[in-house]
């Protein structure tokens, strides 16, 4: 198959392509880096040093003998994205190029509205491209587990059957998104299930749980190919955060009591749940909904395991939750699609959390102790980022 | 109470404005002129001709001796909304002030676009600047019943009990919201019920029928009071539309099989509920929503009482349905929060259809009948709008 990755150069974006070209299809990546830019503006980086997107792509031709073609350009760009889809000519859209952090979007007024319109008019624009240039390309969507907040029956897959007053419907589920990300997503699948209805297209929405893991059978083959691995207060995911501060001694930072339960999954089943996706492609005018995740874990579970893989002692911190959620809640969702399909789990245990724990030592003098206590607050309106100089300035030593 | 009417230059925003004013509010309305814009990109015009802003607070103060206060500016310009929240000090905001056209959201890429950034951002930048300047504000925010659509079950009042595999919730309505338009409504009362959620704001969404009229008893004071009446193919709702075509002798156009049933309302009940809305604020936190409309009617119902009441003949043509919506379907909304708080509707009538056609009558030397058939198709992604002139010069006698 011909698969354009939009945002193909962020964390899962590029393993996702890399994968892709190497079960034979024909793989294109989009991007405008503003991943990297995001960086840049708070004065943080990757733990693991990333290799720029052409450098990549020319690694990728030497290593593997298969070429991914990159684009640069940004999906809000209505034009842009009209030639692009031209140009590839693709059978499937993978779509990841969104801003991707729930405290990035509660930063203040200004990222908020940047988050939303960025990721609403990026995706208009590109239901408007496929519906002109080619109506039958599958649009493969990342969506969130956390459009559905944490509601007080189980979770089913994007849809539910409510039975009211003796009458009987298939109604899209209830949504609940915890921050203005999620929110943008929630928008984001609302505009694509009616672009389906309206103009025949298909697409997948893959509600994708929290990711951890870093590397991949592609990205280990050259350093240059490595992805992004996040552990700042604003981009860093809990697993991956909890690594690093086990690593260097720092406390593992629990937000709140850590009775919240997320769906969980490892790097590499995203980039099998994406290919699952794309080979299973959803018929004309179809919108269809696949959670994408394969176990649920409290955030005091996955400290747990943390503390009991890591070899040295590792303590374990309580703060304010800087979010409003729920800390002790009912989770229970489905997520039965994409197993029919034929994906077969990587199940979180001592092992992975090993490999993720080496990872963080290869790079653990990188490590930006400043960066890694939440500065962001949903209860403000505005939030300063405390950058990497600020903050080492300002914690006490027994507070890094 | 202080009131700040947002949008307060519009069809309903005007008159609204002008009714809490008589009633004892201290009013102030924001407007970017940009309905008056829409109508200049058309090239159409309100068939009743109305004053400009400054003009029609003038009159106002002189009529009623009461001050309205005017601001000129635009809510996408997020330092605009806090100067105007900080310098009118509002107990009470009514957000009127988006783009309220599902056919013009539906034009092209431009337009949905347009639509969801200036609909999505102005309201964004409204919770924003309330939680800054003063949490305690009331917003009283016009959503639409189109949000809801037309589900196979009874539609409530913005939230629904669920039992699922023997757990029950309470959850948000699914929404399935009929173009780009409903959908940035959708998106809007998202956002709103996140914001009271995280900052403790109170608010109310008023999701409105259609309505229908043109006369209130403030705007009747004076002709340079007057509100607009829309009848062209992008603007123009079903009921004033129908009695447009039947004073000018054109066929009542319907689209499709007009079992397309939907709520309405009357434009002095639009009053009515705003005010009540005001007057019996939400909670600090609390999120509610008020279905506001007062009858349901299917478009041939609406037809047919236009055909009964006109004196003349009036012959009703079936077009092809523009847009994708289900033409027979179940119908039943509850609206029973508004009458609770004590509003008592003005119900469709014969009299009430003989004033609006007497509206018309007095002004049809300005209808112009290229404006009328409707020109923007949903399963296209994007439309020509037949202006004035190149309709007239396109159009057969027979058609007009």
Redesign the interface.
């Known amino acids: 198959m011909r698969i354009l990755v939009l945002g193909g150069d962020g964390y899962l974006g590029w393993p996702t392509a890399l994968h892709l070209s190497r079960r034979g299809h024909d793989v294109g990546v989009v991007d405008n880096f503003a991943r990297r830019g995001y960086d840049l503006e708070m004065g943080v980086d990757t733990l693991v040093p990333i290799a720029g997107l052409q450098r990549r792509v020319r690694v990728w031709d030497e290593v593997s003998g298969l070429h991914v073609e990159p684009y640069v350009g940004d999906l809000t760009d ?1 034009e842009f994205v009209s030639r692009v889809l031209r140009d590839f000519a693709p059978d499937t859209v993978v779509h990841f190029a969104e801003q991707r952090s729930a405290p990035y979007s509660m930063i ?3 990222h ?2 940047y988050t ?2 960025n990721n ?2 990026g995706t ?2 590109l239901l ?1 491209a496929i ?2 240039v080619d109506p039958s390309i599958h649009l493969v969507k990342l969506g969130t587990m956390g459009e559905y907040g944490t ?4 979770i089913e897959e994007g849809f ?1 059957e ?4 003796g ?3 298939l ?10 990300y999620h ?1 943008s997503k ?2 984001d699948s ?2 694509i299930m ?1 672009a389906c ?3 025949g297209l298909r697409s997948t929405d893959l509600n994708q749980g929290i990711v951890y893991g870093q590397e991949t059978p592609e990205t280990d083959l050259h350093p240059d190919l490595a992805t992004r691995f996040d552990y700042d207060g604003v981009f860093g995911t809990v697993l991956n955060r909890f690594c690093v501060q086990a690593v260097v001694g720092h406390p593992i930072t629990i937000y709140g009591s850590g009775g919240q339960t997320r769906g969980m999954l490892d790097i590499r089943d995203t980039l099998a749940c994406v290919e699952l996706a794309c080979t299973n492609p959803a018929e004309a005018g179809e919108f269809r909904v696949f959670n994408q995740f394969t176990e649920s874990f409290s955030v005091s579970q996955l400290a747990q395991m943390v503390v009991d893989t890591f070899p040295g002692r590792v303590e374990v911190d309580h703060l304010d939750d800087p979010r ?1 959620e729920k800390q002790e809640h ?1 989770y229970r969702a489905a997520h039965t699609k994409l197993l029919d399909l034929g994906l077969v789990p990587h199940l979180l245990n001592q092992s992975t959390i090993s490999s993720l724990l080496q990872v963080v030592d290869r790079h653990r003098d990188r490590v930006d102790l400043g960066a890694i206590r939440p500065t962001v607050q ?2 403000a ?2 939030s300063t980022l405390a950058t990497a100089g600020s903050a080492t300035r300002e914690s006490e030593p027994t507070d890094a």
């Not at 509601?151 to 189980?154: F, K, L, M, W």
């Open positions: 209505a203040d007024q200004k908020a509205v939303q319109v609403v008019v208009l624009n408007y519906a002109d509601p007080n029956i189980d539910i409510i039975t009211h007053r009458r009987t419907d109604l899209p589920y209830p949504k609940q998104p915890g921050s203005f929110l929630v928008h609302a505009n009616f209805r309206i103009w409003v009912y949903w209860r309106t505005s």
